[in-house]
């Protein structure tokens, strides 16, 4: 899988999230086999590129090459121009947000709201394209299959795309009006890949090895994109991967390695967000890796009065301890306690 200059190490890649996918997350799920991961939004807008959020979106540091990060806005020149200042601060792959359906960034017309306007996606691709292009900088756009069932135009908006220079298009299997209700459809993904050179990345329900393998056989993408099913579960990206290469299995993580995962995967967010925020994001982080464990509500409920970083800690240290000497946990591997997620829980 390559995007301009760059090969990625697999094509098992992770979903921007916003909200989710921060830098330790992102961190984390590269540690643990996933090929490339595109950071959450960043404003376009110069007015909010000196607030908290945007800054910690903005923030890098330490992350494995390369750097991708999100983009979302309807204006073609801020667009160019936050493209731009998110190369200064270390991007160096830009891709733009038309698939999100959230009201805050439809209302003013970005997201996938855009899908609706071909000429405003023509004209921002251009500009952002324009921008990047002399600084070595690939562009890539995210999108959904249109706006509605009944104006399914990601296929026009694939060719445009390719013919202004977008370096790789993801596309998740659902239109705009559709949310995230029903099952993500693949036939479009197959549809625009089997139309483009460039490569096409399928996203949209992909939760198991199986469903990837089984994606990527039907659509012919060169690569996948797992958002949800990767929340509280970052193991999926080599569990996949592993499958993808080898045609088996690689074993569920142990309770054990499950606690050490999530344990550092909260030092590391509270270094990130400190004491105050840390404390209150990790809590559907944590909420997330022990869904599906016994007794998980119990604790979650206990877990959410909790205010303060080290208590958080010790409380999911010891309640993984606990567990562990349920007789159960003793007799094999993680599964045997938790055999089933699904992308509801
Ligand atoms: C909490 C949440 C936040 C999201 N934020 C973004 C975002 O900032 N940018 C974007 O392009 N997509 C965003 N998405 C959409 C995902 O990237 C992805 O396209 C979608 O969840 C479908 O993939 P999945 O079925 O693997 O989750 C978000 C999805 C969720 C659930």
Same mark, same amino acid.
């Given at each position: 899988m390559?995007i301009?200059?760059w090969?990625?190490p697999?094509?098992v890649?992770?979903a ?5 996918t921060d830098r330790p997350?992102?961190q984390?799920c590269k540690?643990?086999g996933?090929g490339?991961a595109?950071?959450?939004?960043a404003? =376009?807008?110069p ?5 908290v959020k945007?800054?910690r979106r903005l923030?890098h540091?330490?992350?494995i090459?390369p ?6 806005g309807?204006?073609?020149? $801020? $667009?160019?121009e936050a ?6 601060k270390g991007?160096r792959?830009?891709?733009i947000? $038309? ?9 003013? %017309?970005?997201g996938?709201?855009?899908l609706r306007?071909?000429t ?7 500009a952002?394209?324009a ?5 070595g900088?690939p562009?890539?756009l995210k999108?959904r299959?249109g706006w509605?069932?009944?104006?399914r135009?990601?296929l026009?908006?694939a060719r445009l795309a ?5 370096a ?7 239109t ?7 099952q993500?459809?693949y036939d479009t ?5 089997a ?6 990345? %399928?996203?949209?329900?992909?939760? =198991? ?6 994606v990527?056989d039907y659509?012919?993408?060169d690569?996948?994109?797992i958002?949800?099913?990767a929340?509280g ?6 569990e996949i991967?592993?499958y993808?290469?080898?045609g088996?299995r ?7 390695e ?9 030092e590391d967010h509270?270094r990130?967000y400190?004491?105050?925020t840390?404390?209150r994001?990790?809590r ?11 007794d998980?509500r119990d604790?979650?409920?206990?877990m959410n009065l ?7 800690w010790?409380?999911v ?11 159960a946990a003793?007799t094999?591997?993680?599964?045997a306690?938790?055999p ?6």
């Open positions: 390559r301009g200059s090969t990625l697999n094509n890649l992770v921007p999230m916003a909200g989710v997350f992102r984390l540690r643990l996933a490339y595109v950071s959450e939004m404003a =376009s807008n007015r909010l590129w000196d607030s945007t800054s923030d540091q330490g992350e090459d750097i991708a990060v999100q983009i979302a309807a204006d073609p020149d $801020m $667009m160019a493209a731009a200042f998110n190369v200064r991007a792959i830009i891709d947000n $038309m698939g999100c359906p959230a009201k805050k960034v439809c209302s003013v %017309a970005s996938s709201a855009l306007d071909e405003l996606v023509a004209r921002i691709l251009q952002v394209v921008a990047c292009a002399p600084l900088v562009v890539t999108t299959t509605d069932r009944e104006h135009n990601a026009r908006v390719q013919d202004i220079g977008i790789a298009l993801t596309l998740h299997g659902r705009r009006a559709d949310l995230y209700t029903g993500a459809e993904i197959r549809a625009v890949k139309e483009l050179d460039i490569p096409v990345v %399928a996203n949209g329900d992909i939760d =198991s090895p199986e469903k990837a393998r089984a990527l659509t012919g993408a690569a996948i994109m958002g949800r099913a929340q579960r970052p193991w999926i990206f080599r991967d592993h993808l290469r080898t088996r690689h074993p569920p993580p142990t309770l054990r499950m606690r050490a995962l999530l344990l550092e995967h909260l509270y990130f400190g004491e105050h840390g404390v994001t990790a559907k982080h944590i909420g997330w890796y022990v869904a599906g464990l016994p998980a604790f979650c409920a206990r909790i205010d303060n970083t080290a208590e958080q010790r409380a240290a010891g309640w993984f301890d606990e567990l562990a000497r349920e007789p003793a094999g591997p993680f599964a306690i938790a089933a997620y699904s992308l509801a829980a």
